[in-house]
């Protein structure tokens, strides 16, 4: 692979030749990629709200949002503003503070986990070695600010919902580590660069969900369940807790619920591309391709192109995977608490360590399949 | 020495993605209607008049799965830097494995037959 284009190098480099000092530069230089992928998340959640109206709608031949701009694409940004202005009402009996804190304490790690993201083999914000793990460890902040906000409400609906939302995610953390484990060891390395680069070369018969397909499996069910989407929305299951946790929750607090969640939904489905379905890499190998025709790998316009199709290709297989969800949402029943917990606990749990075993006896019995 | 390089990205989407609920909450407040009288700030229960509070004893079943979710998640902390460094481990760190993962699957084994997986 060659060094490809270095974006941070070339702003550093034209900022110290206008007589910055090279620190001041980078200093200037980390507030850009970091702020430009928050405005893709954003982008992303409005993105996401309005497929999930439009595809529900499709599946219940209906219509969905039409009038708001073409094809009804500026409803999410209406929805959004609407809860802007709405009154933010906070009950008399809660903990002011508690009711605050949760709702916020559920956005920022959603959108920090973009942290780990990539986009391209240069195309990250940073590459840390602790990678996919930072994702888990994050994703565990969220239940906590679930818990918060159930407790804070004071209503018994928003009590049993936030319990549920927290038993519900513990539940399905560790089958969700576990996965991710079994990809770990196949490439050596927590970071999510690595782990694309080890399923490079092949196209799309190079990607791990050949190599892990129960994994995969494991890994969107408890993403799923981590998300609260059908089957799995227990925590605001509307028959019997009214709206679980948010309840009590109006105007921008609710909104912010809105945000993490369908955030996180974009978030995961990413994740999954990226571990299982090959990241930024093409379903043809488009390095073999452009040798087969003869061009250069360092040719600068082909390292745009590649980039520019990098990104597709990530954006294109996580919304592939959102749609799936959404479908997914108006194909199954929701299960009951007791099935949801035997679920994860007594089937996703064991199959998921024994899926572990297996990785780790198969790499050592081919070592070159399994990136020995 | 001990470097944190690549962790100012971090810090700076810490503090980024910290002020986008703060602005809009902040924009949420500035903009909003003042909203209405003390009615409006009675907890909501289904029309009725709230019978209680919410802060009472809860079901003990939550705690068993917290503290089975403790084991176990203690454990795949434990596998993880076995997974990172397996290439170079080999097989006797496997059958060590193999022996940590028996051993825990007696406490899952146990944790079920003593019901704390059970619901109802």
Do not use: H
């Not at chain 1, 069910?221 to 989407?229: K, N, P």
């Amino acid at each position: 692979m060659s060094a490809g284009i270095d974006l941070k190098g070339s702003f550093i480099d034209s900022l110290s030749d206008l007589g910055l000092p090279p620190g001041a530069a980078t200093a200037l230089w980390i507030p850009l990629p970091i702020t430009l992928m928050i405005l893709s998340a954003t982008v992303g959640l409005l993105v996401t709200v309005w497929l999930e109206r439009k595809v529900s709608a499709a599946a219940q031949q209906r219509i969905g949002p039409e009038y708001a701009g073409p094809l009804g694409v500026l409803q999410p940004v209406a929805d959004g503003l609407k809860l802007v202005f709405k009154e933010s009402i906070t009950p008399a009996k809660t903990d002011p503070w508690l009711f605050t804190l949760g709702p916020i304490l559920v956005v920022i790690p959603v959108f920090l986990s973009f942290l780990i993201v990539p986009f391209g083999q240069n195309l990250a914000i940073t590459d840390l070695n602790v990678g996919i793990f930072l994702w888990i460890s994050l994703s565990s902040i969220a239940p906590i600010g679930l818990l918060m906000s159930g407790y804070a409400s004071n209503n018994k609906y928003s009590l049993l919902g936030g319990l549920r939302a927290a038993a519900q995610s513990i539940s399905y953390e560790i089958p969700l580590a576990l996965s991710v484990l079994a990809v770990v060891m196949m490439s050596n390395s927590l970071s999510t660069i690595d782990i694309v680069e080890q399923q490079a070369g092949y196209g799309i018969l190079g990607w791990n969900v050949w190599r892990q397909p129960v994994g995969f499996i494991i890994f969107w069910i408890a993403a799923l369940a981590e998300c609260e989407r059908l089957p799995f929305d227990l925590p605001e299951a509307e028959e019997e807790l009214v709206a679980g946790y948010q309840t009590e929750y109006s105007g921008m607090k609710f909104g912010l619920f809105y945000i993490g969640s369908y955030v996180n939904l974009v978030l995961s489905a990413l994740i999954v591309a990226i571990i299982y379905l090959g990241g930024w890499e093409s379903p043809l190998p488009v390095g073999s391709l452009a040798n087969w025709l003869g061009v250069s790998e360092t040719s600068s316009w082909l390292q745009v192109i590649a980039a520019s199709l990098g990104i597709v290709m990530t954006v294109l297989k996580a919304y592939l995977l959102v749609f799936i969800a959404v479908l997914l949402r108006w194909t199954v029943p929701r299960v009951r608490i007791d099935q949801l917990l035997n679920l994860g606990w007594k089937f996703l749990l064991p199959v998921s360590l024994v899926n572990l075993l297996l990785t780790a006896a198969l790499k050592l019995a081919f070592p070159f399949a399994f990136g020995g | 020495m001990f470097t944190l390089s690549g962790y100012e990205y971090f810090l700076g989407f810490l503090l980024l993605a910290g002020a986008v609920p703060l602005l809009a909450l902040t924009a949420s407040k500035l903009l909003r209607s003042p909203g209405g009288g003390p009615e409006r700030r009675t907890t909501y229960e289904s029309g009725m008049e709230p019978i209680g509070g919410a802060w009472i004893q809860f079901n003990i079943r939550y705690y068993m799965f917290a503290l089975v979710f403790v084991v176990f998640d203690v454990e795949t902390v434990f596998l993880y830097p076995w997974a990172v460094a397996f290439n170079q481990l080999g097989l006797l760190a496997f059958i060590e494995a193999l022996i940590f993962i028996a051993i825990l699957t007696v406490a899952l084994v146990y944790a079920w037959r003593k019901g704390a997986l059970e619901w109802s």
